[in-house]
């Protein structure tokens, strides 16, 4: 299961490097062929906003495997293990449900869009509607997968919902740790004067 999940990581890694080098390289071109040759490509735009949508939405799906999306868990830290896991299966379901609404309307709007096409580059506007699709499954089976860690994995729980600390909070206790190690060393130094 992990390595799936390492091959899962790497192509979506992969695929966002890609969107980002195809849209850099895009725009770079575009503007060094607008001001140096006074010509230009014409889909270059609407093609690097396109990747910049895709990018954006790899990016999420990574966001949430990571647990790296915003959150507030003032609340949940002071919650005992059995309440966080009962908090953290209501959440889920709600987010499972909001990935359906998603999924379903993506779906649409993607069959809808098989037959327009972008003005510039001609493709199917279902390129852009199926990011959707992507999203909703991809998160949903993150979802899925975490809710069945928090059900049978014991201590499962702790790790996925431990929120990242701000800056602030990493600041101080990077600080924290800095005045005991110079504390510490002091403290070595005075006893091996002796």
Known sequence: M????????????????????????????????????NSGITWSEEMSRFLFIWMSFFGAIGALKDNDHLGVDTLLRKL??????????????????????????????????????????GLPMAFIYGTGLVVSIGMGIIILFHMYQALFRPGAIDELTKMKESEEEIMEAAHGEMTKWHHRQKQGAAGGER
Do not use: H, Q
């Open 80 to 121: 005992p293990s059995s309440a966080k896991r009962i908090v953290f299966i209501i959440s889920n379901a709600i987010v499972l449900y909001v990935l359906y609404l998603l999924f379903d309307g993506s779906w649409k709007m993607t069959i809808s869009g098989l037959e327009s096409k972008a003005p510039a580059t």
């Open 2 to 37: 992990k390595r799936i999940g390492a091959v899962l990581e790497k192509t979506l890694n992969v695929l966002m490097a890609l969107c980002l080098a195809l849209m850099s390289i895009l725009v770079f071109g575009n503007v060094v062929l607008r001001y140096g040759f």
